[in-house]
């Protein structure tokens, strides 16, 4: 586990002033995996593709590529189709992997904050962690409707935002 927490210190980064803590990265993988880097999870209704014939391994097929880019992977449940803008190549059975999981999932998560942040204007209020929170689970800046999901994620942090 200490490893868990280097690799999610190391992807924060010591320049990194924002939202994200180690705490926040523990308390979502406690919500989104328990903790079980094998989890994976199919999300049919999922509608954002990332360019399938650009980035699919030459030995997978296309169909194959959108199904992949429709599952939620590992400890940090990143979206297929989420890696693959953040450039990930190969197959994404290697987001399995909690280095490359950790990787893009604290890179989405930083992603999100950057475009919450760039619209306050428009939200008419500043960017908060509730909100960063509410973006990972549904990609919604412009609406905090996912309570239930950020309670649960402030919950582990209030419980001490540690593994275990």
């Known amino acids: 586990m ?10 924060i ?22 903790f079980d880097a094998s989890v994976v999870r199919y999300e049919p209704d999922y ?15 296309y169909t194959t590529e959108i199904t992949l880019q429709k599952m939620s992977w590992g400890l940090m449940q990143i979206m297929g189709a989420v890696a693959r803008e953040y450039g990930f190549r190969g197959w994404l059975t290697r987001l ?3 280095h490359e999981n950790l ?10 904050e950057e ?6 204007k428009q939200l008419r209020r500043k960017y908060e962690l ?3 929170i509410s973006d990972y689970n549904d990609g919604n800046w412009r609406s905090y409707s996912n ?3 950020v309670a649960k994620v402030r919950q582990e942090m209030e419980n001490g935002g540690k593994l275990q």
């Open 2 to 11: 200490k490893d868990i927490e280097l690799m999610i210190a190391d992807y």
């Open 13 to 34: 980064g010591d320049d990194y002033k924002g939202l994200i803590t180690p705490e926040l990265v523990i308390a979502i993988i406690k919500v989104e995996s328990g």
């Open 47 to 61: 509608r954002y593709i990332y360019k399938p014939f650009e980035v699919k391994p030459h030995d997978c097929s």
């Open 96 to 98: 399995l992997s909690p």
């Open 103 to 112: 990787k893009y999932g604290i890179m989405h998560l930083k992603k999100l």
């Open 115 to 120: 475009r919450g942040k760039r619209h306050e």
């Open 130 to 132: 509730n909100d960063l």
């Open 147 to 149: 309570t239930i999901y």
